[in-house]
């Protein structure tokens, strides 16, 4: 039975060490709503956590294997993702969060007004291995891809926020979350243009930017005025393959934001900048870091990892586009979750099934 707890209670609930031989631990669960409410008030916490998370990956104290990819026969755009994890806690070897996001995107929930994505984070006892908890995770996931696209920005513009006037290739929730994430870090927009496929998206998008944000956007109908007329550009499409061919638009002074990992073909690539999330795990699904890998036998193009900007060991360089494509770590789910969850069982919205593992 599914019972919602006060703190005190819940910290009676979980498992310790010397007791767990004599009763077993309780199995808890965190709704969207709590989840929502939570990450709504919580953007430098969550740019925090996702920066540390860098960090420590960056300094071996991390175990983050690459993501799992289940597909379906006849049913090419939908996949579901696995992705385990465990973090050590900086500084210590204490063992840090442990857990394993298992995220579906299927597109074409879109036309039957359902989201894209839709996923679930089960936290581990790193003690035991239990697992103690289901939290709700397309918000965590959208929080910390959107953070760590904000902490990226702010390393590739030389460690602070600025001004620019911001595009945006593709206008789904995830744009929404980096927008949010962005002006959260410091980011002054100076105006935005946006393109979507769907016409509709792009107005919604903007319309959503000026009236909560008082930032003037304007819909295009193509991509290559967004990418000609923005500083700072996201791209949040769900493009299978790239369609943007020419570096031609592309400024030296531009940062540019790859969420989707797969919309700018090889000439572009070969032309920017290019910090990743992990080498390993970006050359890999088709993006367009493997499309350019498999054709130039190398990926001497990959100039170094969002960890080593963050660590001082790799400078932006200001002569060519900076482009950031994070594969999406495991390790920013599990943080961000672990910490999402506490903060549940603080305010006593963590809901516990005690009798899970009796
Ligand atoms: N790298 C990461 O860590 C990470 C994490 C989460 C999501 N993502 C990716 O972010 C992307 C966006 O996620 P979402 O939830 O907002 O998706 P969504 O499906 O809700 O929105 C994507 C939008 O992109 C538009 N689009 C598709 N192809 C386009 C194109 N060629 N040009 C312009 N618009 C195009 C669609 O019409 C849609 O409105 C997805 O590809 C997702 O896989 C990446």
Not at 201 to 227: K, N, P, Q, S, Y
Request: aromatic fraction near 6%.
């Amino acid at each position: 039975m599914l019972e919602h707890l006060h703190s005190d209670a819940v910290r009676r609930q979980q498992p310790r060490p010397a007791e767990s031989r004599r009763s077993p631990p309780a199995f808890f669960v965190v709704g969207g709503q709590t989840v929502e409410r939570i990450l709504g008030s919580a953007h430098a916490s969550v740019m925090e956590i996702v920066r540390q998370a860098y960090l420590a990956h960056s300094a071996g104290a991390s175990v983050n294997p690459p993501s799992l990819f289940l597909r379906f026969p006849g049913k090419p755009s939908s996949r579901i993702i696995a992705l385990p994890a465990a973090l050590s806690n900086t500084g210590s070897a204490a063992p840090g969060p442990v857990g394993i996001k298992w995220i579906a995107s299927f597109p074409d929930n879109l036309a039957q007004g359902l989201p894209r994505a839709s996923a679930v984070l089960i936290l581990n006892d790193p003690q035991t291995g239990h697992a103690y908890a289901c939290v709700e995770s397309a918000r965590i996931s959208a929080a910390r891809t959107a953070a760590s696209a904000a902490v990226a920005a702010g390393a590739l513009n030389g460690g602070t926020p600025g001004s620019a006037v911001l595009g945006v290739i593709g206008c789904g929730p995830i744009a929404q979350a980096t927008v949010e994430y962005l002006l959260a870090a410091g980011w002054r927009l100076e105006g935005c243009v946006a393109h979507d496929l769907d016409a509709s998206r792009a107005r919604d998008f903007c319309r959503w930017l000026t009236e909560r944000h008082d930032v003037r956007g304007e819909a295009l109908a193509g991509h290559e005025r967004v990418i000609g007329e923005a500083g700072l550009l996201v791209f949040a499409t769900t493009a299978a393959a790239p369609y943007v061919d020419s570096p031609a638009p592309f400024r030296r002074e531009q940062i540019v934001l790859h969420v989707s990992l797969r919309d700018l073909g090889p000439a572009v690539i070969r032309a920017c900048f290019n910090v990743t999330d992990d080498l390993e795990h970006c050359l890999k699904a088709g993006t367009s870091l493997h499309l350019t890998a498999s054709e130039d036998g190398n990926h001497r193009f990959v100039d170094g990892t969002i960890g080593e900007l963050l660590d001082g060991t790799l400078r932006p360089d200001p002569d060519r586009p900076k482009v950031f494509s994070p594969f999406g770590m495991g390790i920013l789910d599990v943080a961000v979750g672990a910490w999402v969850f506490e903060q549940s069982v603080r305010s006593g919205h963590a809901s516990v099934m005690a009798d899970f593992y009796a």
